[in-house]
């Protein structure tokens, strides 16, 4: 049995693709995966399966909220073992780290990109873009900055979902659960 972290993009927000937490649990175990948990209304969910490709279990997801939400939303899905590594590799110092966002790629930027995105980089709110995550800290908080999850996806042309250190470490955590 294979543990995995599925994080979807977009939904509950701001009253947008509203999806209640017990129907998408009721949904993930309707798809034959078991041990499933939310955390918070913003998609997180651990699972266990059977299945070890990772794109089967995306299209099975997205073709099974796409049927019982009626909208589709990005999925990404990772194993304990890469969701440990990305929260490990944040370059940040822990009191930065404690109050950073993760942004999570669903594909590699452009290295181009990247490179000319980073110029932006400065004292007040500094970000670290890699193949998998963008790693953001702000003085001033993610809610007043300019640069969220949309900024991004817009400059570098990729699907991202943010979360905060805290919901990355509670994830990591109901992994190990498993």
């Known amino acids: 049995m294979n543990t995995y972290i599925a994080l979807l993009r977009g ?13 998408l649990r ?11 948990q939310t955390y918070i209304q913003s998609g997180n969910v651990v699972f266990e399966s ?17 049927t019982e939400f009626g909208f589709h939303v990005p999925v990404l899905i990772l194993r304990p ?4 590594h990305i929260v ?8 930065e780290k404690a109050l ?5 790629l669903y594909e590699a930027p452009d290295t181009v990109l990247a490179h000319n995105l980073m110029r ?22 993610y809610g007043k900055s300019k640069f969220n999850n949309n900024f991004f996806e817009r400059q570098l042309n990729v699907t ?10 509670k994830l990591l955590s109901l992994t190990l659960d498993k």
């Open 11 to 23: 939904i509950n927000v701001s009253g947008q693709k509203k999806m209640p937490m017990s129907d």
């Open 26 to 36: 009721d949904m993930f175990t309707s798809l034959g995966f078991q041990k499933v």
């Open 50 to 66: 059977f299945e070890e490709d990772i794109n089967a279990l995306k299209l099975a997801i997205d073709k099974s909220i796409k």
């Open 81 to 84: 073992g890469e969701l440990h």
């Open 88 to 95: 490990h590799a944040c370059p940040f110092g822990q009191l």
């Open 100 to 104: 950073s966002y993760f942004m999570l």
């Open 120 to 141: 932006l980089t400065n004292e007040k709110e500094r970000f670290v873009i890699t193949r998998e995550c963008i790693y953001f800290y702000s003085e001033m908080g």
């Open 160 to 169: 991202a979902t943010t979360r905060n250190y805290k919901t990355m470490l």
